[in-house]
């Protein structure tokens, strides 16, 4: 893969594992707001010299209690609290357990007792969860909820003060598991993704050389999922920046009013529905043919190297707090449309790939190199091959470098079977440009071989259909040999125009990839926490 060169990385300090993390934040930002979140119907703003304490505190608590090389559930929604958690029990030589706040309590006593959790941490929403499977959870020894925890706080800064703990003597293992994270995919069972600080600080750090954002962010996706603690947060502390907290999407765009962030990380149905809102609220307003005769205009200026996008489109900027210039788009591939129209607007999109196994992040674009419709360049240190290419230089992606994880928890098969030596099998298919540019094309088990032997990405065929107008949402798979659309639309009263419209489409579609069965549905395709498409479940 040819190495790009357009760009020197960004340089930013080494970190060697939790504990230095934890007391670089201390050294150089102790004065800074660390997060903002709202508590008792105030923004409540803690400083990292707080932040950086109470970790040392809950660390000094789980030590005196016993905990080392045990596993810590968390279960809940976005907190503070939830986050000093995931540091502490990582400081304290423990294994951080993030559990997906939206699964119901017989599947997460399903995850406590297959990792053999010792300590179940939950909000105070999820007690009757709890509650219902508490004497099924065997291994768990303290249970104990969210608002408790300050508590523990108090606690472990008495422990450190009297001398009784000392954190920093605490063993880091950069080798040794230290997080386990349950993915929740969009087929199969979940597995126990086993990641180790050396996966996590060197995805952190080099994501940040490859990729510069722009100061403050609301964290609006779950931290229970990789990207969203590693883009929402570990890189936000690393950087020294201040981050909302968001635990309730009905508030996102409060929060992002309140904070008035300059970067946010997403996944591409929110970016699909704030595009959508824009264009939405131009129509109602009767701006949206104003709103077009701008863009082309701006579109012409910048051709000649006079950007005015923040002046003219100030209106729809300050809709989002009135400082967004980035939002970053991971976790599924965003359309072209809605990228390009972002950067219309003044607000730059860039996109990446990663996956849980690989701590998440393998690929960013970079602020001044990149692609639309890419995945960007692999974060230094990090390779990127196809493996057994077609006569389009696609094939599945494989993967090579220090943010590949350990394994799959207590499932070697499962392990040997991503596994080609040092290279991580991602089961995504793609290609990588002359530049080292990486385009995602699909999951090798989405795809579907027709009876003349082609492969047929139905991600592609999907990303065509969702530009036509009333389209929610749509999957597109393999049904009695027939390529098949089932489309999920609010305008139950236009779905023969919208059949007509993807009919349509076929005429720009290879015959190997054209729809041939349309069928509609009443409600909206089950999905995971990161809003992706549960597929093989339809309506």
Known sequence: MKKNNHYPYYEMPEIKDFRHFVDFMRENYAEKPAFVFAQNKEDVEVSYAKFTDDIDALAAYFKSIGLDNDKIALYGENSYEWIVTYFAAIVSGNIIVPIDKEIKGDEVRNLVNDCEAKVLIHSAAKE???????????????????PELSDWFEKGKALIASGEVDVK???QDLEKMCALIYTSGTTGNPKGVMLCQRNLVYCMVNSCRNLLEPENTVVVLPLN?????????????YAG???????NLKSVLRDINTLKPRH?????LFADTFYKGIWKNAKKSGKDKILKALIKVSNGLRKVGIDLRRVLFKSVIDAFGG???MLIVGGAPLDLK??????????????GYGITECSPIISTDRNHDFKFGGAGLAIPGVEVKVDNPDENGEGELLVKGPIVMLGYYNNPEA???VFDGDWFRTGDYGRVDEEGFIFITGRKKNIIITPNGKNVYPEEIEAVIQKVEGVNEVMVFEDEKLICAEIYTELADEKDRIKAEVRALNKVLPSYKQVQKIIFRDTEFEKTTTKKIKRFLRG
Not at 241 to 247: A, L, M, Q, S
């Open 128 to 146: 009757a969860a709890i509650a219902e499977n508490k004497e099924e959870m065997k291994t768990v020894e303290v249970f104990a909820k969210i």
């Open 169 to 171: 003597s605490i063993g």
């Open 225 to 237: 999922h990789t990207f969203g603690m590693m883009a929402g947060v570990l890189c936000q502390v």
């Open 241 to 247: 920046y201040k981050t909302y907290i968001n635990n």
């Open 264 to 268: 946010i990380s997403i996944v591409p």
């Open 323 to 325: 400082n967004l210039e």
């Open 338 to 351: 809605v990228a390009k129209g972002f950067d219309d607007l003044g607000i730059t999109v860039i996109g």
């Open 415 to 417: 392990t040997a079977e």
